[in-house]
Structures are given as structure tokens and as C-alpha cells.
């Protein structure tokens, strides 16, 4: 790694380093070494992912069968927040739940997936998102030279999601930001108002401290972060059981 980004930096390019925590038998010591190593390199840009077992891999195989253990959820936050508080000290922006960035290199790629708004994606298996249609391309290579010999579309699949569902995928998406959601804003791209969408879920969520508000955004707490993906997916099933609340108020025509 040191040999690639020295030649990154002879080249003038700018240099982002991914890491990983929560690896099976690693300590919070263990944790705070790779941060210093990382800092020491000097990057622009930093990710720091917790270690997920995706279902069917080789590492969710060996975790199921007891062959390896996971580190504990203690252990896993106090990674989290060592990484939060390091790399902060160091002179990183956290402007994503998972991302740090020195001022001026934020991922910008990236800051349109979490803003939800559309983007372009061309060549095997892309995706792009235009005028509220996402779209995919085919994954295999001698499918999609076949496809473009003959003229055809390279397009695989396709979704158009109703409006409701598509706020609501705009909320979890802005929600990874720190900035959080701008209300104003939020109303503007979706059309609905976060309390519109959120009912009762929305004013718990604050009160149980997962949310901070300031009357013109809503963001994660430093609590919240911790559990991001618990309180994301709270959010969502709020928001679906508040449509269909508001769909069997609708009139019969």
C-alpha cells in the first residue's frame, strides 16, 4: 500500500484508503494501529466500514458454522467512535457516516447516490438513475458485446419507483449525510414533508435522541450514528405504515 500511494502522489493524483473494522479476532488496539498507519500515508480521503457477513460468502460460512467469532458489539461501537474522534482530531471532515475527507476532497461521485438525484452510468453493469428511472446494464461482458454487434439495448432491468417510495428512499439515502436532510429542500425533491412521511416516527426518533433537529434539518445524533442502520430501517418501516394508513383514508372512485 505505501509503495502504490507514493507512486499515487508521484503522479499528483489524489489518494483514498478504505478500511475495514470489527474483523474477527481484532482488538480495539488493533484498530487504533490501522488508523495510524492510514494517517501516516497522508490521504485525502478516508472510508471506515464496519464488517458486515453477507449471507453465502466464504467469511458468513465460517461465522455460521461457529468457526469464527465476531467481535462484540461493544467493542465494534467503541471502533466506530475511536475512528470518528481520531480522524476529526486529524484534520478530516466526517461528512458521511462512513466517510471522512479532507477539506476540499469530498467524494462527490458519492454525495449524489446519498442526495439521491440523477446521474449518468455507461459500460458493463452500470447503473444510472434519469428522471426518477433507475436502470442497469447487463453484467456479462460476452452478453454485452453481443447486445451492441446487434444494435440492441444493454439495458437488463428497470424500475420507476411511486412517489412515496421514492421520498422515502431519498430519506434513508440523505439521512448517511452529517449535514442530514434541509426540510425546505427535502420538500422540494419529493413532495412531501418529512412529518407527511413520517407521522409519530419522526418526533420518537428526536425524543429518543437517535435525532437531532434544529427546525430546519434533521440530521443522526452522535447516538443515532451508532446504530445507523437500526434507526434507517425504523425510519422506512414508519414511513410504509404511514402510506397505507393515509391510502385507506383515500376515497373510493
Known amino acids: 500500500v505505501p509503495e502504490v500511494v507514493a507512486w499515487a502522489r508521484r503522479h499528483q493524483l489524489v489518494v483514498s484508503l478504505d478500511l475495514i473494522f470489527g474483523v474477527p479476532g481484532t482488538t480495539l488496539d488493533d484498530w487504533n494501529t490501522d488508523l495510524e498507519s492510514a494517517l ?12 458486515t457477513y453477507e449471507k453465502g460468502t466464504p467469511l458468513w460460512k465460517q461465522w455460521h458454522r461457529g468457526l469464527i467469532r465476531a467481535v462484540d458489539e461493544d467493542t465494534e461501537a467503541a ?18 457516516v462512513s466517510n471522512f475527507a479532507r477539506p476540499g476532497h469530498r467524494c462527490r461521485h458519492n454525495e449524489t447516490y446519498w442526495a ?37 439495448s444493454v439495458t437488463a432491468w428497470r424500475e420507476e419507483l ?6 422515502c428512499e431519498t430519506l434513508i439515502l440523505q439521512l448517511r449525510r452529517r449535514q442530514g436532510i434541509t426540510r425546505s429542500h427535502f420538500r422540494e425533491q419529493t413532495g412531501y414533508t418529512l412529518n407527511e412521511l413520517l407521522g ?7 425524543d429518543d435522541g437517535l435525532l437531532e433537529d434544529d427546525g430546519q434539518a434533521i440530521r443522526l445524533s452522535r447516538r443515532g450514528l451508532l446504530v445507523a ?18 391510502a385507506r383514508r383515500l376515497p373510493v372512485l
Open 40 to 51: 501516516a500515508l497522508d490521504p485525502d480521503h478516508l472510508s471506515t466500514y464496519g464488517l
Open 79 to 96: 471502533m466506530y467512535e475511536r475512528a470518528i474522534e481520531r480522524l476529526t482530531a486529524a484534520g478530516f471532515e466526517h461528512y458521511e
Open 116 to 152: 439521491n438525484e440523477a446521474y449518468y452510468g455507461c459500460g458493463l453493469g452500470a447503473v444510472r438513475y434519469v428522471h426518477g428511472v433507475r436502470e442497469g446494464n447487463v453484467r456479462d461482458v460476452q452478453q454485452y458485446i453481443r447486445r451492441l454487434q446487434a444494435g440492441q
Open 162 to 167: 411511486p412517489p412515496w417510495e421514492r421520498a
Open 200 to 206: 409519530p416516527a419522526l418526533s420518537e426518533a428526536i
Open 229 to 246: 442502520d437500526t434507526v434507517l430501517a425504523h425510519l422506512w418501516t414508519a414511513a410504509c405504515r404511514n402510506q397505507v394508513r393515509r
